[in-house]
C-alpha cells in the first residue's frame, strides 16, 4: 500500500491531466477539490506507515468521496442520446440533491437535530437523484420539485396486499414503503418505465428487466431508501407523473435471491443518502412540509423550453 501511496501523490505532478474534462466554470471548483484530496492522500500515507487500519478505512473513504465528486465534473453530460419520443421531455443530465424537510402529524419532537443538538419536530432527508443512469425520470421528479408539487404533501404508508392511487400492481414487500402522492385535481403527464441494465449503454424503456434471466438495473430497488415513481393502473410500461415513493427494502423478507420480488418493475432515479434515520420513523398523516433542490439544478435540461435549469 506504501507503493501505491507514492504512485498516486506522484500523480499530482501533472495536475493539468487530473483536470481533464471539467469545464472553465467548474474550475476553481475542481481545483479545490483536488487540493482536499492531495490532504486526505498525505493523512492516507501517514495511516499507511503507522499500520493504522481504522484509520487507513477512514483516509480512504474520505479519498474517495473526492474523486467521485471530481468525476462529476468531468463528466458534464449523458454518454447517450435519448430515444426520439421522449427528446421533449425534461431530464436531468447528471446529479441532483433533493432535500425534504419532513414532520410529524401530532407536531412530536420525534427527529434529532444534528445541527444544534437535541430533539426537533422537523427532520431532514436527502435524496440523491443520479440522472446518468435515469435522465427522465429524474428530471421529471425535480421539475415537480420547483413546482412545489410536494410541498405541505401528507404522506402515507403502504402495507402488503393494499393498492395505491387504484395502482394494480402494489408492491409486493409486507415493509412499509413511504407514499406521496401525487396531484389528484390535475395529474402530471406518465413517463415511461426506465432503467438502466447493468452492462448495457443507455437506458430500456417501458419494458420491465427479467430479472430471473440475470438482467439487473444499475440502479437496483433493492436498497433501503430507494426511490421510484408509482406505476399506473393497468400497465407495466407507464409510472406516475407525480406519485412517487421510498422504498423500505429488508433482506429478510426478500426472495432466495436476496432481492425484491419488484426489482426491474420499478424505476428507481436516486437513494435517500442522508435521513434514512428520519424515514424509519414516518407515519401515514406525516407531511413534507417542504422539498428544495440544493445542487445540481443546473444538470436540469428542459428542452421544451429552449433552455437549462430553473430559468427556463
Request: with cysteine; aromatic share 8%.
Amino acid at each position: 500500500m506504501a507503493g501505491d501511496m507514492a504512485a498516486a501523490l506522484a500523480a499530482f505532478d501533472n495536475r493539468p491531466a487530473l483536470l481533464a474534462g471539467v469545464p472553465p466554470a467548474q474550475q476553481p471548483e475542481a481545483e479545490q477539490l483536488l487540493d482536499e484530496l492531495f490532504a486526505k492522500l498525505k493523512q492516507l500515507e501517514l495511516a499507511v506507515k503507522t499500520q493504522q487500519p481504522d484509520f487507513v478505512g477512514v483516509r480512504i473513504a474520505d479519498s474517495l468521496k473526492r474523486i467521485a465528486d471530481l468525476e462529476l465534473l468531468q463528466a458534464p453530460g449523458l454518454s447517450f442520446s435519448l430515444p426520439r419520443e421522449y427528446a421533449s421531455r425534461p431530464y436531468l443530465a447528471g446529479r441532483a440533491i433533493v432535500q425534504l424537510t419532513v414532520e410529524k402529524a401530532d407536531g412530536s419532537l420525534a427527529f434529532v437535530d444534528n445541527l444544534n443538538g437535541g430533539l426537533s419536530k422537523q427532520g431532514t432527508v436527502l435524496l440523491t437523484l443520479d440522472g446518468y443512469s435515469a435522465p427522465i425520470s429524474a428530471g421529471n421528479f425535480v421539475v415537480n420539485v420547483l413546482d412545489g408539487l410536494y410541498n405541505n404533501k401528507p404522506l402515507q404508508m403502504q402495507q402488503n396486499q393494499q393498492q395505491w392511487h387504484g395502482c394494480l400492481r402494489p408492491i409486493q414487500a409486507s415493509y412499509a414503503s413511504v407514499i406521496t402522492p401525487g396531484n389528484s385535481v390535475q395529474p402530471r403527464p406518465p413517463i415511461p418505465l426506465e432503467n438502466l441494465p447493468a452492462g448495457t449503454f443507455d437506458p430500456l424503456y417501458r419494458l420491465p428487466l427479467d430479472v430471473q434471466s440475470g438482467e439487473l438495473p444499475v440502479l437496483p430497488l433493492s436498497i433501503a431508501g430507494a426511490v421510484s415513481m408509482t406505476h399506473l393502473p393497468d400497465t407495466e410500461s407507464f409510472l406516475s407523473g407525480d406519485e412517487w415513493f421510498i422504498y423500505k427494502f429488508d433482506k429478510q423478507q426478500a426472495g432466495l435471491s436476496g432481492l425484491s420480488f419488484d426489482e426491474g418493475t420499478f424505476g428507481v432515479f436516486g437513494y435517500v443518502t442522508d435521513g434514512m434515520a428520519v424515514v424509519t420513523k414516518l407515519q401515514t398523516g406525516d407531511t413534507i412540509v417542504s422539498a428544495e433542490v440544493v445542487s445540481g439544478l443546473e444538470r436540469l435540461v428542459r428542452p421544451e423550453a429552449g433552455s437549462n435549469g430553473s430559468s427556463s
